[in-house]
C-alpha cells in the first residue's frame, strides 16, 4: 500500500514533518477557498499544485472532498449539468497530470459533523464527539432538503455522467461514506450510511474507475461485519482511510488509532490478504498538547503518532508499504 498524508495546497510546518516521518505521498483538496486560485476543472491551478509538491518532494496522489461546490449537482438543481461538466473536465486534469485517485462523497447540504469537538480524551488531548441528542434538531431550510429516493435518483445521474470520463482519463474514483452514518439528517436524507448503500452504488456500473473510499471507522459506526466488507468489496476499494470510533452512529467519539474497539493490526492483515495496493491514510485524531483546537481531527501531532504507529504494525506483519 502508499502511505499517504492529507497536507494542504501550499508549503508549511506539516509539509515538513510529512516527510521527515517518511511520507512521500500526498492528498490535497483543491478547492479555492483553501487555495486562493481556480479549481481543479483549470488545469493550469491544477498543474501548479502538483508542481509545488512535486518540489516539495511529493508525489501527488489524490484529491479528496468536494473541490467546487456540489450542492446543484447533489440535489439536483437547475444547472447541475454545468457542474457535472466542470467535474468531467476535472477528470479529464488529473488524467492529463497524472493524478490518479479522487475521494468524493455524496452527502447533500450536511458534510462530516460533530456536536462536541473539546472532549477530553487521553492524557489530556481534545477529541470530536457526535451525539444525535445533542445535535441541532431543527431541519434545514427546506430547498436544501432531499429524500433518499431523490439523493439516489441524483446519485445515479451524476455518477453515470462522470465515470465514462474517470475510465478515460485513468481515475480511480472512491466514495466515502456518510459522517455520521445516519438519514436522515435534520431533514436531508443520506444514501451512503449501510454496506447495503454501497452494494447499490457499485451496482450501478462495472466501471473499473467506480470504487469506494473504506473509511473504517464509518464501517464501524454502521456496526458493520468489518472483514465481510474488506473482503466483499476488495475488487472495489480504491482508497483507505485509517482511523477508529468508540460507540455507535447515533454516540460515538473519535479516538487514537490506538486506543478503540478496532484490532488496527487485524485491519491492516485484511488488507494485505485482499491484495488492496492502494493508498492509506491516517484520519482523524485527537488534538494533542501545544496545538490549537482549531481543525478538529487534523491536529499534526496525532498524526505522526498514527503514522508510526502504522508503520509499526506493517513492519511487524511484514506488510509492504512505500
Known sequence: MTIAEFLPARPDLTWKLARQIGVNHAIVKAAPELTGAKPPWD???????QTRFREGGFTLSGLEGDQFDMQRIKLGREGRDEDIALYQKMLSNMGELGIPLLCYNFMATIGWCRTAVRV????????????????????????????????????????????????RAGVAMGLHPDDPPLSPLRGVGRIFSTPGGFSRAM????SSS??????????????????????????RIKYIHFRDIRG????????F???????????????QKAGLDVPIRVDHVPTMEGEENHAHGYGFLGRLFAVGYMKGIMDTCQIPYR
Open 43 to 49: 488545469i493550469d491551478s491544477l498543474h501548479a499544485i
Open 203 to 206: 451496482a450501478l456500473s462495472e
Open 210 to 235: 467506480h470504487g469506494i473510499t473504506f473509511c473504517q471507522a464509518n464501517f464501524v459506526a454502521m456496526n458493520a461485519d468489518l472483514e465481510a466488507c474488506v473482503n466483499g468489496f476488495a475488487p
Open 120 to 167: 477530553p480524551a487521553r492524557g489530556g488531548a481534545w477529541t470530536n464527539r457526535f451525539d444525535l441528542a445533542e445535535a441541532e434538531p431543527s431541519p434545514v431550510p427546506e430547498a436544501d432538503r432531499t429524500s433518499e429516493e431523490q439523493l439516489w435518483e441524483n446519485y445515479r445521474y451524476f455518477i453515470l455522467s462522470v465515470l465514462p470520463a474517470a475510465e
Open 257 to 271: 488509532q490506538d486506543d478503540g474497539p478496532t484490532d488496527m493490526a487485524r485491519m491492516l492483515r485484511l488488507y
Open 248 to 255: 455507535t452512529a447515533e454516540s460515538f467519539e473519535e479516538t
